[in-house]
């Protein structure tokens, strides 16, 4: 188990089937949360009047009030309780209309024990957090801790903030490491904005983009008449940055004679521009970064050892997605607001059950990766609460897929263009059949080979169509 949490929690259980509450009540208890029972709706805003719940987990339909009914009445009572809402009558629709009014997530039944833990986990994580941002009106506060561009409260990344803030105000060299897509100009402009140069300019130069012959001249500038073409002269990029931050992204892809002729401007801040014989000397921060391995690049006589110790006086590690995934939540909220609100619609939320796809998942394009699939998915959206049916990622299904499973079928015949529901009814499907055949038929059986009950094995043959 992987969930998590802090402090005794109080947590109200509203259903109206006897064996579900008495079960969720035996499995909250032994995680030592603090479980109130109500068995319908009239009785749940009773218990909600007199006291104050920390988490309401609630079923939709309850026989005289619905669950929605008790959602709003624990939002009226105190707009920082959570609620989580369950139904083994599953729909888009109801899913959509429960987040609308408040609740965190929507969980359909059967549900995993560990997965609906997790949950709740995450929900009360989510309150206490939530909660220091909040005014007693529930509004956001005006807190920023993260430079307001980069996402994330991993461990790493806190580390990262604070080396950030360590040599911001100093001149100092920094080298930013990682894999491309990790966000490393998110944090060279961080470091730039914190410093003192922060309302200078903040110069990027991909040393990979362009052509080895132009180089010099984009990065020290050229005299008239220098080479064909240059008609006038021309201020190269190090002048551009004058009491402001040069970024050197890629410094790996520099030639030996372009690391030669960056060593001395470096070094003492000084430099000829292409044709000219007088030095300019300028006053700037020097902040590179690159996704090789610099030291390997020295060893292997790739990169000058001289130029690697001038860039490389303080380093940052920029760790993979993969490497910090306790941040997707984060930084797939982030970035569904930020496209939300360029696309013109209203996405206010996204499904746990959406963030646990997206969990699965390696993302070796890293952030840069995510942030595309969020951008595909809230253009193709047609609700305002992202589901895992709305994630646009039909191009990384089969290898999600595959690190989930051991293959235990083919899945060759499965195109892109299939919905991500569709391929995991033909997975569970597959597995029910493959049970029951096991078993001569025998579901009972079966349940207990596929490790479920039997109530659960009825409820998923009759969803499939499987007879």
């Known amino acids: 188990m992987n969930y998590s949490k802090t402090g005794s929690q109080s947590i109200l259980v509203v259903d109206d089937e006897l064996s579900m509450r008495e079960f969720l009540q035996i499995m909250l208890e032994k995680e030592d ?6 068995k319908n709706g009239k009785q749940a805003v009773s218990l909600i009047g007199k006291k104050n719940f920390d988490l309401v987990l609630c079923d939709i339909k309850l026989g005289d009030l619905t669950g929605l009914d008790v959602l709003r009445a624990a939002k009226k009572k105190n707009h920082k309780v959570v609620a989580i809402m369950i139904s083994a009558y599953a729909t888009t629709e109801t899913a959509v209309e429960a987040m609308n009014e408040g609740a965190y997530d929507f969980v359909p039944k059967p549900f995993d024990n560990n997965e609906l833990l997790n949950t709740i ?8 957090t939530v ?29 990262i903030y604070e080396l950030i803030k360590q040599v911001a105000q100093s001149k100092i060299n920094v080298l930013i490491t990682g894999e491309s897509g990790t966000g490393k100009e998110a944090i060279a402009r961080a470091i730039h904005e914190q410093s003192k140069r922060g309302k200078n300019s903040f110069v990027v130069l991909n040393c990979g983009g362009i052509p080895e012959a132009l180089m010099e001249s984009e990065l020290f500038g050229h005299k008239k008449g220098a080479f064909t073409g240059a008609a006038n002269d021309k201020k190269g990029l190090f002048e551009e940055a004058h009491e402001g931050t040069i970024f050197l992204d890629e410094i790996g892809e520099l030639s030996h004679g372009l690391q030669v002729k960056l060593l001395r401007a470096v070094q003492e801040r000084i430099f000829k521009r292409v044709g000219g014989v007088k030095d300019i000397e300028v006053d700037i921060r020097i902040i590179s970064a690159t996704n090789k391995n610099l030291e390997k690049e020295v060893i292997d006589g790739h990169f000058r050892e001289d130029l690697f110790y001038r860039l490389n006086v303080i380093e940052i590690k920029v760790p993979a997605l993969r490497e910090r995934k306790s941040d997707i939540r984060a930084l797939a909220q982030f970035f569904f607001e930020k496209y939300s609100v360029e696309m013109g619609k209203t996405i206010t939320k996204v499904s746990s059950y959406a963030i646990d796809m997206l969990n699965k998942y390696d993302f070796p394009g890293n952030v840069r990766e995510l942030e595309n699939i969020i951008e595909r998915s809230v253009a193709l959206s047609t609700t305002n609460i992202i589901l895992p049916e709305s994630l646009s990622i039909s191009i990384h299904k089969r290898r999600w897929i595959e690190g989930m499973e051991k293959k235990r079928f083919d899945l060759e015949e499965v195109s892109n263009g299939v919905a991500l529901d569709k391929i995991l009814e033909e997975i569970e499907s597959a597995y029910l059949k493959k049970a029951i055949d096991c078993c001569n038929g025998n579901k009972s059986k079966a349940a207990v080979l596929l490790d479920i009950s039997f109530r659960s094995m009825r409820y998923r043959l009759s969803k499939l169509n499987i007879s």
């Open 33 to 38: 949360y603090e479980v109130t029972l109500a």
């Open 121 to 128: 986990s995450h929900a009360l994580n989510f309150q206490s």
């Open 131 to 159: 909660a220091a941002t909040l005014d007693d009106d529930g509004n956001k506060g005006e807190t920023d801790l993260h430079f307001k561009r980069i996402v994330g409260s991993s461990p790493r990344m806190m580390h």
